[in-house]
């Protein structure tokens, strides 16, 4: 028999439902998970990849706190690459191809399993609320559920719009329908909203595709991965991408194509993503560009489909063809679909609190896209901290807030409650002021912790980081007092470029030095060597060895961000939300006053992050609270 009754509903199957459904359900939430699809959920709508340029970062967070995207992408990955590698650590982003419908299965397989979670295949319509809250969702079917708390994950489904050329269709996505009547619904209840666009490249046959005549990149085949679970298996069949190139012929096409262009006849009105523009916009914007670059990147192992990433496109169907024509290794070129371009409601964020719960009803949660962000892992970021934060609101305990010297998703939620957004956000290792202390190698030393206090991370999960620290610690304190001798490593330095020894010193004094690692000095130091295989010997060997090596090596970056972040983070404990009339404080300048009553934050760290908020108003709130 149906049960209409639950402690959380989620609305949406994208990476931000899956994670919010998953979070819930294991925090023990009875929860529900409406979808339009069930064999669409996690659809990567766009390219076929998970992480990259800190959004690796925040897969790793996700995966640290309990998530499944890290698992799931390490299980399906047909390449895996660490990005960044000739930069520190702090920008070390890994990054891997994923099988779409292998990545879809998994993910079904995982919420399939979870005991506290069930699936409705159904469209939501509408909201239910009673005095100011959140009470339950109505479907399209006529089913009506109840609920404690509700977190919307509508993705680019509202009011969505899809464009190619002069051809427009209401969707979500290509061949799935768009939804009406919430977007106004929420309007009534006080919520602003407005309009961004997104857009997808041409899925390419690959059969057609002279591959001879590009640029292979192979991926690779180390210990990294995403999980700290240790789920690199690398089962699948491993594929390279490949790079090419537009040329000079190809862009001539796309520019008699301009006239046709939804993004430039004022067919489309809304703002798309300035990091990942359409090609359309890149022969306008750098006219004097001769070539950009593009990536072929397959989309599973048992498929002739590729992604080609670099031209995301709204033009019509035969410019796109003929563009791609003029490009050699396209001369015969077949596809499956073409690019297009889509229009999607979000709803401003600021009106949001640092749990996801909106200001205007209480107990309703928004995660993804309708944030107005872009990308899946800042999605499923959010929908964990949402999933969370409502099964918090069912059952009791304190809110969970992840600061900015915390995670990456602190820096994100961060960003979007308090700056707002004017463009769909995406995640770059430049937002971020602590970045050295939020790298990917120790999101679970950061974060694992928190998580399993809170019932999220499994005992397993909380044991592999215990023993973990262990092993850093003890090969740290071996490293910073075992005593060398000039004789024992002269010849190895003189050999790796390294200046000899003119006297003893510590381990911990050649390692530092950047042309040495642990396990070179480990070949020549059998006291060392034997310290290793005391406590780095098994499959998690290398993560260890490189968690030491990284520590010991930016220990001095790492103290100073950490002090600098202590420093900051006592405004973060200065709560302000409530304590005054901002329209009273005439010395104030109208834009803080403005902005301070519209978001108001709840702290004056909060409100020194506001843009057109100047140090001299929080200097101003700091007196007034007798600082």
């Given amino acids: 028999m149906m049960e209409f009754k639950y402690d959380v509903i989620v609305v949406g199957g994208g990476h931000a439902g899956c994670e919010a459904a998953a979070a819930a359900a294991g925090l023990g939430s009875k929860t529900l998970l409406v979808t339009m699809d069930m064999h669409k959920i996690a659809n990567m709508s766009c390219n076929p990849a998970i992480g990259g340029i800190a959004k690796g970062q925040i897969v790793r967070e996700i995966d640290a706190l309990g998530g499944y995207m890290g698992i799931v992408a390490d299980r399906t990955a047909i390449q895996f ?6 930069k520190g650590p702090a920008m070390w982003s890994p990054r891997a191809q994923s099988d779409r419908t292998k990545y879809i299965s998994v993910w079904r397989q995982a919420l399939d399993h979870l005991p ?15 005095c100011g809250a959140v009470s339950g969702v109505r479907t399209a079917m006529g089913v009506t559920f109840f609920a404690k ?63 001879d005549e590009m640029t292979e990149q192979p991926g690779e085949n180390d210990f990294h991965g995403f999980s700290y679970l240790d789920t690199v298996s690398r089962s699948l069949k491993q594929l390279s991408c490949r790079m090419l190139y537009t040329n000079a012929a190809c862009h001539d096409v796309l520019r008699r194509g301009l006239p046709e262009s939804p993004l430039y006849n ?16 890149k022969i306008v914007t750098f006219a004097d560009r001769t070539r950009h670059q593009l990536f072929l990147e397959p989309e599973g192992e048992d498929t002739q489909e590729y992604y080609l990433n670099g031209f995301s496109s709204s033009l019509p169907i035969a410019i796109q ?34 749990t996801l719960e909106t200001k205007p009803i209480k107990n309703l949660f928004f995660a993804g896209q309708i944030n107005g962000t872009t990308g899946y892992e800042e999605a499923a970021g959010q929908g964990l901290v949402a999933g969370i934060n409502a099964h918090v ?30 463009e769909p956000y995406r995640m770059f290792t430049s937002r971020a002021e602590y970045r050295i202390l939020l790298r990917q190698d120790d999101a679970d030393m950061r974060l694992t912790e928190k998580s399993y206090l809170l019932g999220l991370a499994g005992a397993d999960r909380y044991h592999l980081l215990q023993t973990k620290k262990e092993a850093v610690t003890a090969l740290t304190e071996f490293i910073e007092s075992y005593s060398v001798k000039p004789s024992q490593v002269n010849d190895f330095l003189e050999k790796a470029d390294s200046a000899p020894l003119s006297h003893g010193c510590k381990l911990i004094d050649l390692l530092v030095r950047p042309q040495l690692t642990i396990r070179r000095l480990a070949d020549v130091l059998p006291d060392f060597s034997a310290q290793i295989d005391r406590f780095a010997s098994g499959t998690r060997s290398e993560e260890i060895l490189e968690a030491v090596e990284i520590s010991v090596k930016y220990a001095g970056y790492i103290r100073r961000e950490r002090q600098i972040a202590d420093k900051i983070s006592r405004l973060e404990h200065l709560h302000i939300r409530d304590k005054f009339d901002y329209d009273a404080i005439q010395s104030l300048s109208t834009e803080a006053r403005q902005k301070l009553k519209r978001i108001n934050p709840e702290t004056l760290a909060q409100a020194s992050r506001i843009p057109g908020i100047s140090p001299s108003d929080v200097n101003i709130l700091l007196i007034l609270l007798g600082r």
């Avoid at 690459?81 to 000739?86: F, H, K």
């Avoid at 919307?152 to 969505?160: S, Y």
């Avoid at 939804?179 to 390419?204: A, N, Y």
């Avoid at 600061?403 to 979007?416: P, Q």
């Fill in 116 to 130: 506290n979670l069930f699936i409705w295949q159904d469209t939501v319509v509408a909201l239910l609320h009673v």
């Fill in 266 to 281: 004022g067919q489309i009105q809304s703002v798309g993503p300035r990091y990942c523009p359409s090609i359309e916009t």
């Fill in 81 to 86: 690459r660490m990005l960044n590698r000739s």
């Fill in 321 to 354: 063809l003929e563009a791609l024509k003029q490009i050699p290794a396209f001369r015969d070129i077949r596809i499956y679909r073409p690019g297009y371009a889509i229009e999607y409601d979000f709803f401003d964020p600021t009106q949001l609190t640092h």
């Fill in 149 to 211: 708390s509700v977190v919307l994950t509508n993705g680019t489904f509202l009011n969505g719009m899809l464009h190619i050329g002069p051809v427009m269709m209401k969707g979500g996505r290509l061949a799935e329908p768009a939804v009406e009547g919430l977007t106004e619904q929420l309007h009534s209840l006080g919520f602003r909203s407005g309009r961004m666009k997104t857009g997808t490249p041409v899925r390419i046959d690959g059969r057609s595709v002279h591959f």
């Fill in 393 to 422: 609101n069912c059952h009791g305990g304190a809110p969970f807030v992840l600061n900015r010297d915390e995670a990456y998703i602190g820096v994100l939620i961060d960003d979007l409650v308090i700056k707002g957004v004017d």
